[in-house]
């Protein structure tokens, strides 16, 4: 089995490049390789060092790869083209100058569907103009990853986005091209979203290019979700758990990976508040030593 495990900044809260509680980045990196991790994301760009002298030094002190990046921005709003296209651009750079193939696009959080995260059937849609439009958003920055960078794009599903629920992704993906986009598919926010994820992984696992491991405590999901309780709260409720303490059944994932002939990376990203009282690296310890006991090296 051609897999290999990582990790990314957010388990160590990092979701933005300047927040002030943000641990140091050479910080992560020795925590990242001192759990057992030879891989690790890029995190929000501009939070590690741009300057690929720089970070490549930094990655080859700790043995570390980098995996990939994400587009976090917002492309569901019109007015933030320039903010998405600056955040795409760079970190197609970034990963390009240091080998990494895995370039991830996520909607950000918008406050129109912040309270309905885990609520399908109550979240605002998009009419069919507005759809129009943001789905050639998506497609443009994937046609640019693909064609000019020569990145495997893959579209993450996000609680509070506009790309939250299944059923959203399905028709996104029947409007873009595999060529240009893939999945990048987030086991814990899919169970966030109220849907089954082991069943998504079956029916795409052809589709899906790279994956990230996430587990969701069920107690704290019903509460956030009864109490349209916003994402960053929740995280500091510990909505995203350790893995396997969760209702994700990732025996079941591994075994969808195998018969897949998945190849590739799987990176564990345990959301958490950067200011709360968890410790990053002893709960990446944990989850690097759960993924091994159920068969990932």
């Given at each position: 089995?051609?897999?290999?495990?990582?990790?990314?900044?957010?388990?160590?809260?990092?979701?933005?490049?300047?927040?002030?509680?943000?641990?140091?980045?050479?910080?992560?990196?020795?925590?990242?390789?001192?759990?057992?991790?030879k891989g690790i994301e890029l995190g929000p760009v501009g939070y590690m060092p741009e300057d690929p002298a720089v970070l490549?030094?930094?990655?080859?002190?700790?043995?570390?790869?980098?995996?990939?990046?994400?587009?976090?921005?917002a492309f569901h709003d019109p007015s933030a083209w320039d903010s998405v296209m600056?955040?795409?651009?760079?970190?197609?750079?970034?990963?390009?100058?240091?080998?990494?193939?895995?370039?991830v696009l996520i909607d950000s959080i918008s406050p129109i569907r912040a309270k309905t995260a885990g609520r399908a059937d109550e979240a605002v849609q998009f009419n069919a103009e507005e759809w129009k439009a943001y789905v050639e958003r998506i497609r443009?920055?994937?046609?640019?990853?693909?064609?000019?960078?020569?990145?495997?794009?893959?579209?993450?599903?996000?609680?509070?986005?506009?790309?939250?629920?299944?059923?959203?992704?399905?028709?996104?993906?029947?409007e873009v091209d595999e060529s240009i986009l893939k999945i990048c598919f987030d086991t814990g926010h899919h169970s966030y979203a109220?849907?089954?994820?082991?069943?998504?992984?079956?029916?795409?696992?052809?589709?899906?290019?790279?994956?990230?491991?996430?587990?969701?405590?069920?107690v704290v999901k019903a509460d956030v979700v009864a109490n349209r309780t916003d994402f960053?709260?929740?995280?500091?409720?510990?909505?995203?758990?350790?893995?396997?303490?969760?209702d994700v059944k990732f025996e079941e994932v591994r075994q969808i990976l195998l018969d897949g002939g998945f190849e590739g990376w799987c990176t564990v990203e345990q959301d958490c508040d950067p200011s709360g009282d968890t410790s990053p690296i002893d709960d990446a310890r944990a989850n690097r030593e759960y993924l091994e006991s159920i068969g990932f090296k």
């Open positions: 089995m051609s897999i290999r495990i990582g990790n990314a900044p957010c388990s160590w809260g990092v979701e933005f490049p300047d927040d002030p509680r943000n641990p140091a980045w050479q910080q992560v990196l020795k925590d990242c390789a001192n759990a057992g991790f490549g030094e930094a990655l080859s002190e700790h043995d570390l790869t980098l995996i990939g990046g994400v587009v976090f921005r600056d955040g795409a651009v760079r970190t197609c750079k970034a990963l390009k100058a240091h080998g990494a193939q895995n370039l443009t920055i994937a046609k640019i990853g693909a064609e000019e960078y020569g990145l495997t794009v893959g579209m993450h599903a996000h609680a509070a986005g506009f790309m939250d629920f299944e059923p959203e992704l399905e028709r996104l993906l029947s109220g849907f089954d994820p082991v069943a998504f992984m079956r029916k795409y696992i052809d589709r899906i290019s790279y994956v990230h491991f996430k587990d969701i405590d069920p960053y709260d929740a995280c500091g409720q510990g909505i995203f758990c350790n893995l396997g303490k969760g």
